[in-house]
């Protein structure tokens, strides 16, 4: 569903070039659960708006569903750290925004994605909450008012830039199990950039490890634990925490202490 083949991004600084990407080689499969970590500048919301085409990469090619990336794509959503809503729509009106800005597809008219967006609430128990605006939200359902507008449209690759960082412990823990569900029922292809380890193996197919700058795929790790998980389930905890240990090591290779006699010692 998404190929990056060579793919580099140098950015013109104030201080010269920064080459914050290099050769990255990546194949996302349909129906893909990827989750992206590495250190904070490695280049991962750079992955992302490359993925996206609202960046065009400065080395490699990228295809979404056999295409090359030109431009945006409509079956390709992109969701950000923050809901960003539009504060005086209501919460099903913020849903189908995507729909009113730039059109749906020809098959499908407005009342479908209007009874598709209800749908949609609903999957992430927001029933009752249609007419209700922002504020009146919690940061957490906000969020899932964001997923839900970033689904309006089906598409066929999600991207999401640390979409529940903001959310407390307790939610966010609930949203990951949101998300599995969703992409489940919903099958779509997923590319999800996380500072936590822990929620990049409880989400992911496969875990994609980047170097730090410039990045580049370090390694990439199959997750093989069987779903749904949950790090509020106990059984789930123990192998997560196997894994993130490993994904931990990998991160922090660069840190290792010199290997003299005496570190040996
Ligand atoms: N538009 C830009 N112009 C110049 N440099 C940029 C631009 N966008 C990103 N960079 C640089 O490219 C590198 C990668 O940035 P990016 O935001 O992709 O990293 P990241 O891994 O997502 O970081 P974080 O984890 O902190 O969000 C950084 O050094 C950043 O300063």
Known sequence: MIRLDGVGQVFEGRGGQIQALEGIDLHVQANEF?????????????????????LPPTA?????????????????????????????????????????????????????????????????GL???ERRLPHELSGGMQQRVSLCR??????K???MDEPFSALDALTRTEMSAELQRVQMELATTIVFVTHSIEEAVVLADRVVVLTPRPGRVREIVEIEIPRPRSLGQNAHLTEVAQVSGRLHGLLSERERPVDTPEARR
């Open 60 to 124: 490699g090619g990228i295809e979404v569903a056999g295409e090359p990336v030109t431009g945006p794509r409509r079956d390709v959503s992109f969701m950000f750290q923050r809901p960003a809503l539009l504060p005086w729509r209501s919460v099903v009106s913020n849903v189908m925004l995507p729909v009113e800005i730039s059109g749906g597809d020809s098959e499908r008219s407005k009342a479908q994605y209007r009874d598709r967006a209800h749908e949609l609430l609903e999957l992430v």
């Open 157 to 159: 690759v999600m991207l």
């Open 127 to 129: 029933n009752g909450f």
């Open 34 to 54: 990827v989750t992206l970590i590495g250190r904070s500048g490695c280049g991962k919301s750079t992955l992302l708006r490359l993925i996206a085409g609202l």
């Open 150 to 155: 970033s689904l309006i449209r089906s598409p």
